[in-house]
C-alpha cells in the first residue's frame, strides 16, 4: 500500500487541519482521512491490521516502526539532491559539489530501476540489494567539501538505506510513492477552490464520498456511473421498503422513489458509510 498526507483545513475544527490517503499498490481502491492531526494514530488507522504488506511512505517519521515490510519513495531525495545541485543561494564552489553528487545520485537510481524493472529472482535479488548497499555507503559517505544541507540529506538517506532497497529486494514493491501523491491531487485542488470543510462532520463525509466515488472511477471510469448505481441499488431498495413499511401513500411513496433514482443516477446526494470496505 502507498501512504501520503496533506493539509486539509476545517474552519471548526476539532481534530485537525491534516487529510491522509492510503492507496492499494494492487488495485485502484483508496482511503481518505480529512481533519486530521499530523500525528502517528492516524497512520496506525489507515494501516489497520494490514502490517505485513509492504507499505511506501515518504519519510516522514509518523511512518516509523508501523510496518514490517517499510519502502521509501525514491522521488523525494532525487527532488530533494536536484534542488540542491540547481540552488541559487550556494556559493558557485558549493553548487558545484552538490551537482557533482547529483549526476552519481541519478546513476545509482537508473541502476537500481533496471534492477527493479528486470525478472524477479530472490537470490539474485539479495545479492544485488547487498552490492547496491555497499555502493551507497560509499556515495553517501560524508565529505568536507559537502553544503550542510547536502551533508544532512546525505546522512537521512544513508540511515534509511535498507528501506530505500526494498523494492530491490522484494517482488512488485514500487520504487516510489507517486500513487498515494495522485490520489490526494484532487483533494489538494478542492482545497484550493473551497478551503476545506466548515465542520468535522462535513470532513467526515466528504472522506467517506472521496473514498467510495473515487476508488469506483480508477477502478473503471468509462462505466462509472452503472457500477455507482449498481452500488446504490440496494439502498434505494432498502429506503424505499421502508417507506412502503411505513404506510406511506403510494404517490407519495412513488414521488420519494423517482427522487431517489434520479439522484442516485446523477451522482449528487448519497452518503455512505463504508470507506472501511475498501
Known amino acids: 500500500s502507498h501512504f501520503d498526507e496533506s493539509g486539509y483545513p476545517v474552519q471548526e475544527e476539532e481534530q485537525g487541519d491534516w487529510a491522509w ?3 492499494r499498490s494492487d488495485t485502484p481502491d483508496t482511503i481518505f482521512r480529512l481533519g486530521r492531526s499530523r500525528g502517528k494514530g492516524n497512520a496506525e ?3 489497520g491490521d494490514d502490517t505485513g504488506q509492504p507499505a511506501i511512505t515518504d519519510d516522514y517519521g509518523a511512518y516509523d516502526h508501523l510496518f514490517s515490510q517499510h519502502g521509501l519513495c525514491w522521488a523525494h531525495p532525487k527532488r530533494k539532491f536536484r534542488d540542491l545541485a540547481r540552488s541559487a543561494v550556494f556559493s558557485r564552489r558549493k553548487r558545484e559539489r552538490c551537482r557533482a553528487f547529483y549526476e552519481q545520485f541519478k546513476i545509482l537510481l537508473h541502476d537500481v530501476r533496471a534492477v527493479v524493472h528486470s525478472p524477479y529472482d530472490r537470490r539474485e535479488r539479495l545479492r544485488q540489494a547487498s552490492a547496491f548497499s555497499r555502493r551507497m555507503v560509499s556515495l553517501f559517505a560524508p565529505r568536507k567539501t559537502d553544503p550542510a544541507k547536502l551533508a544532512t540529506f546525505k546522512a537521512t538517506f544513508l540511515a534509511n538505506a535498507e528501506k530505500y532497497l526494498l523494492c530491490v529486494r522484494e517482488k512488485d514493491v514500487p520504487m516510489t510513492n507517486n500513487k498515494a501523491e495522485r490520489a490526494i491531487k484532487p483533494l489538494i485542488a478542492k482545497r484550493k477552490l473551497s478551503y476545506g470543510s466548515r465542520t468535522q462532520k462535513g470532513a467526515q463525509t466528504m472522506e ?3 473514498s467510495v466515488l473515487f476508488s469506483l472511477w480508477w477502478r ?5 456511473f452503472a457500477e455507482y448505481r449498481q452500488l446504490l ?3 434505494a431498495v432498502a429506503v424505499a421498503e421502508g417507506m412502503a413499511k411505513g404506510g ?3 404517490d407519495e411513496c412513488e414521488g420519494r422513489r423517482k ?7 446523477c451522482g449528487i446526494v448519497i452518503t455512505l458509510r463504508g470507506a472501511e470496505a475498501l
Open 21 to 23: 490517503v492510503k492507496s
Open 45 to 47: 488507522e489507515l494501516r
Open 208 to 210: 467517506t464520498l472521496l
Open 220 to 224: 473503471k471510469p468509462e462505466n462509472f
Open 233 to 235: 441499488q440496494p439502498v
Open 248 to 250: 406511506i401513500a403510494d
Open 259 to 265: 427522487f431517489l433514482r434520479v439522484h442516485c443516477e
